[in-house]
């Protein structure tokens, strides 16, 4: 397997003064499963919209189901997820936890199952703008879905994957990991993206308030 922990730290953090984000600049922070938990925090903020979304009318707030579906895509799946599996997952398993048969492999089968459900959302989203009532009942489904799936596994990841990946991973190769983290952001992200998804979020919930 491809290791990609040996990664340099950026010049420029990826974020700016949202230090509850834990975007770009670990710097504060000691553990790669900190800058995820708190990162957990934020997307359970726009699954609670989403729920909230998925109990109006879907033709009344469909500009908030865009955004909150563009969210799913890029922060939680494309910055967040993809820390687990290219830098935090590979460590562990570096360090004798098992993909196959374990929490490792339990966690990647629930990240492919999230984005099925994010690709029939946004797939639907078309045609409820073409009043299709299927699409609205299918993209109101696969929200509730989907929010059952990633609250359930947050409280693994939190609860039990993490906590093994404190106890085996060197405090030394901690830092290594929250490098690669900021490193992962600067390249898939870019400067000043996580703090617009961050502005997404409270735009999202001052609308949905």
Partial sequence: MENRIGVPKPEKSTCGVHRASTCGDHSQLERPTEALTAEHRTIERVLDVLE?????????????????LDFFVHFADQCHHFKEEQVLFPAMEEHGIPRDGGPIGMMLMEHEEGRTYVRAMLAAIPLVERKNQAAKEILVDKAKAYLRLLREHIQKEDEVLFRIADE?????????????????????????VHEKYLRIVEELETAMA
């Fill in 52 to 68: 909230r979304l998925s109990r109006s009318p879907v033709e009344n707030s469909l500009d908030d189901w865009k955004k909150a």
């Fill in 168 to 192: 085996v991973i060197s405090a030394d190769e901690q830092k290594v990991l929250l490098r690669a983290f900021e490193e992962h952001e600067a390249k898939e992200m870019g400067e000043g």
